[in-house]
């Protein structure tokens, strides 16, 4: 199968240019003129200068392709202009959806988050419960904006959508939020621990990929939806492993919540007026997302993908191997 891929030169999209180069599949990748693509060059596969802001670029990219999978977005949780979370996740997946009904593809992959449910009523929440009334980042929320427009478009033109929800995600060379995280702590710049008691579902970024391609190839799926993520940690587990496999002790102090929360709101409006982003991390979207926790079941993608997923503590250790290179 010929697949359009967006966001390839991703974190999710460079391990699934990786699988899919061991496949039969023919892969044509969009990617912007100011990226990267030595990565995409050493898998030789065909590369679609433009970005999904450009309705031209998706349409030439997608030209004798029967698939798209489509993985780009702006996953950030602060930005100086924060205009740009609609650009790309909003209008940007309206333009990638459109231009796929208007070339004709058979199958859309469109990777989402599993931030786009906020909290739900039943914890823990699989595909077919209600998202909760809130989403807790501008990230989250553009997310969701740009699904049910997918989502929509399926409905109403019948656009051959699926959607891939993945968890927090971890794994070798990660270089943002959880894996900023990481790095922060092995490298001691962090001067408190922060909001250990809050849970969240992990997934190592290969097992989103293997889902993501176990998704494409699976026939009769038109429709469904797949959260992908099993393991179900505090971050106080989290920072005990990484404490334990990189051998550096973790900072001594413990903020509390309330502490940590008015830190966040604070820092955050300082980042907004010098327009850089906010120390440690500590964006009060990101603060509100590790506060409210995520807790999922994602034995759909078990079941009918026949997914394994990685343990954590292998994606931990994979993870700070890369970052001390």
């Known amino acids: 199968m010929n697949i359009f891929i967006t966001g390839a030169t991703g974190f999710i999209g460079s391990h699934l240019v990786k699988r899919l180069a061991d496949t ?40 004798g392709c029967q698939w798209v999978i489509n993985l780009a977005n702006l996953y950030s949780f602060w930005e100086p202009d924060k205009s740009i979370f609609s650009d790309i996740n909003i209008a940007g997946t309206r333009n990638v959806m459109e ?23 039943e914890c823990p929440f ?3 419960n209600p998202v909760g009334p809130e989403r807790f980042s501008e990230y989250f929320r553009t997310k969701y904006e740009g699904d049910l427009i997918a989502w929509e478009l399926h ?12 968890t927090a995600v971890l794994g070798p060379g990660h270089p943002k939020a959880s ?19 809050s849970v969240f579902t992990f997934v ?3 097992d989103v990929a293997e889902a993501i391609v176990k998704a494409a190839e699976k026939e009769n ?5 797949y959260l992908v993520g099993k393991h179900q940690l505090p971050w106080r587990e989290i920072n005990r492993m990484v404490s334990e496999i990189s ?30 982003p906010p120390l440690w991390g500590m964006a009060i979207d990101q603060i509100r997302t590790m506060k409210e926790g995520v807790i999922v079941d994602g034995s759909k993608a078990e079941r009918e993908l026949g997914m394994s997923y990685t343990p954590v503590r292998v994606a931990l250790e994979e993870a700070i191997a890369s970052y001390r290179v």
Request: charged residues 25%; proline residues 5%.
């Open 126 to 128: 699989c595909e077919d």
């Open 24 to 63: 039969e599949h023919i892969l044509v990748c969009l990617a912007r003129p100011t990226s990267d693509v030595s990565e995409l060059e050493k898998q030789g596969v065909t590369i679609i200068k433009g970005d999904v802001t450009d309705k031209d670029s998706l349409i030439e990219g997608m030209k």
């Open 99 to 121: 231009c796929a009904l208007e070339t004709g593809m058979t199958k859309v992959v469109h990777i989402s988050t599993v931030g786009i449910y906020g909290k739900p009523a």
């Open 247 to 276: 051998g550096v002790r973790l900072p001594k102090m413990r903020l509390p919540d309330f502490l940590t929360m008015f830190n966040a709101r604070f820092l955050t409006l300082v980042a907004n007026v010098i327009k850089k």
């Open 179 to 197: 894996g900023r995280y990481i790095q922060d702590l092995i490298h001691r710049r962090l001067p408190a621990r922060v909001l250990e008691g």
């Open 221 to 225: 799926n038109i429709g469904e939806k």
């Open 155 to 166: 409905q109403k033109k019948g656009l051959p959508l699926l959607m891939i929800y993945p």
């Open 204 to 206: 190592h970024v290969r």
